[in-house]
């Protein structure tokens, strides 16, 4: 049996990853597997339950650790009526991830925001390591936003996770409905699945998947590199709002929808400087925008941390 390892997990809008990690991130053993249509919060923790016993076979861990889309209740435990998860249209409420796992592995049990376990997995051993104040961005089903200030992972009051990607930063929009009822916000504009679903409506198509639009773009099809025009510029005035308010040094964009990086980030670049022209008098708040390595590990080793440390 190996030991000093944790069974962490990954749960995302469409995928779950669970892996068996050691106390300095090293992943000895995952598997990944798509998420089944799921229609209540017992099919969800039963399905992550198999996919553990699997992945933990000849493995003594210490503790398990989820990451999870959100919104959730670190210190609770609970995902609060996680508005990516249900594919049923119902509305879930209050899912006690502790409970179900505790029983059936006998192991203290961690919840944890994914973008926050991507954050702190950027600062434990990614591209914002040595730097007291950094921010992960998760671009796939949603946004995701984790920030770290001042060598601490920040909570909003009552230990909760900062839902920030629900800013909304145009409340008239009625184009841009988000799950969470409100209009307008980051991810209804920003998000893989919501840029593809805008820009479908727009061309007046059926819905392009997020592989269909890269391959466009990069055939050069205007009304694609136009749609990521804006993509771009939207980005830069949301970076605006979280610059402001959590002053990183290094922003990271990761998740599946940031290989979309090449149509948009250097317009994003170009565009911050001017958004945050008033802001760079006597401390820079200029923030350096990077690209998360591609590997699919980031949040179930930013749920190690949570479980070591």
């Known amino acids: 049996m190996i030991k000093n390892t944790a069974l962490c997990f990954d749960l995302g809008g469409t995928k779950c990853i669970a892996a068996m990690v050691k106390s300095d991130g090293e992943i000895l053993q995952y598997e990944k597997k798509l998420i089944p249509q799921l229609k209540r919060p017992i099919d969800l923790t039963n399905f992550m339950i198999d996919l553990g016993k699997h992945v933990s076979r000849g493995f003594e861990p210490i503790s398990v650790a989820i990451a999870s889309a959100g919104p959730l209740d670190p210190q609770g435990g609970n995902l609060l009526d996680p508005t990516n998860l249900s594919h049923g249209g119902e509305e879930w409420g209050v899912v006690d991830m502790i409970t179900p796992f505790k029983e059936a592995f006998g192991l203290p049990v961690k919840l944890e925001n994914d973008a926050a376990a991507a954050a702190l997995s950027s600062h434990w051993l990614g591209e914002a390591k040595g730097l007291e104040n ?48 409100n209009l307008g916000c980051v991810e209804a504009y920003l998000s893989g699945k919501n840029f593809c679903k805008r820009t479908s409506v727009k ?29 771009a510029e939207l980005m830069a005035h949301a970076l605006v709002a979280y610059v402001v308010a959590y002053a990183p040094e290094m922003v990271v964009f990761a998740g599946g929808f940031a290989v979309s990086h090449k149509f948009w980030l250097e317009k994003t670049r170009a565009r911050l400087p001017e958004l945050l022209a008033r802001r760079r008098k006597g401390i820079d708040m200029l923030p350096k925008l990077v690209i998360a390595d591609e590997s699919d590990f980031r949040v179930v080793q930013g749920a190690a941390y949570t479980a070591f440390h």
């Not at 001042?150 to 800013?167: I, M, T, Y």
């Not at 007046?204 to 993509?231: M, T, V």
């Open 203 to 231: 061309l007046g198509e059926d819905y392009i998947s997020g592989p269909n639009i890269l391959q466009r773009a990069d055939a050069k099809e205007p009304e694609i590199l136009e749609a990521f025009d804006e993509y």
């Open 134 to 181: 950094s921010m992960t961005i998760t671009l796939g089903t949603g946004i995701g936003v984790g920030a770290i200030t001042n060598d601490r992972l920040c909570r909003a009051g009552r230990g909760l996770h900062p839902e920030v990607s629900h800013v909304s930063i145009n409340c008239m929009d009625e184009t841009a409905p988000c799950g969470c009822g």
